[in-house]
């Protein structure tokens, strides 16, 4: 809330309008049914690796069609989502992670990869992009 009410007062638009996204995407949460009332880290964590993962594949859509004007606003929003983000892990150390991942469960192969995702989805959730991880395990298990 805080952070909405600099962006009013800046009169910034694009902070504007990701962080009433933010706020939507929050509501929603909240107002779920089954949902507490009090939202976890992890689930807000979880959330805004949402509206991120949107923008970015936005972006690329944009980007491959020429579009320059929404590329450059789902750039933006992407920047502003990415602040309330955790660091995300580098690719170095997202190998390291796998590579112990993968002989925690004793993969061998390509076969084996389900085995992986599934505790490294799990162990780097909010450190690490699922599909980054995804084509890191394909290629560790080549």
């Known amino acids: 809330m805080e952070e909405l009410k600099t962006a009013m007062k800046a009169k910034d638009e694009a902070a504007l309008r990701t962080l ?20 976890t880290e992890a689930t807000e964590t979880k959330m805004l690796q949402k509206l991120a993962k949107q923008r970015r ?18 750039r933006e929003e992407l920047a502003i989502i990415e602040k309330f983000l955790p660091a995300q892990m580098s690719a170095d150390e997202l190998n390291k992670e796998l590579k112990a991942i993968i002989e925690q469960v004793g993969a061998k192969g390509p ?32």
Do not use: H, N, P, W
Not at 20 to 39: F, N, P, Q, S
């Open 20 to 39: 009433r996204a933010i706020k939507a995407a929050i509501i929603i949460e909240k107002t779920a049914e089954g949902a507490a009332d009090v939202l």
């Open 57 to 74: 594949d936005s972006l690329e859509i944009f980007s491959k069609q020429g579009r320059e004007d929404l590329a450059g606003k789902e």
């Open 111 to 142: 076969a084996d990869m389900g085995k992986v995702m599934g505790v490294a989805s799990k162990q780097l959730a909010g450190k690490a992009d699922g599909k980054a991880i995804s084509e890191a395990v394909k290629q560790l298990l080549a």
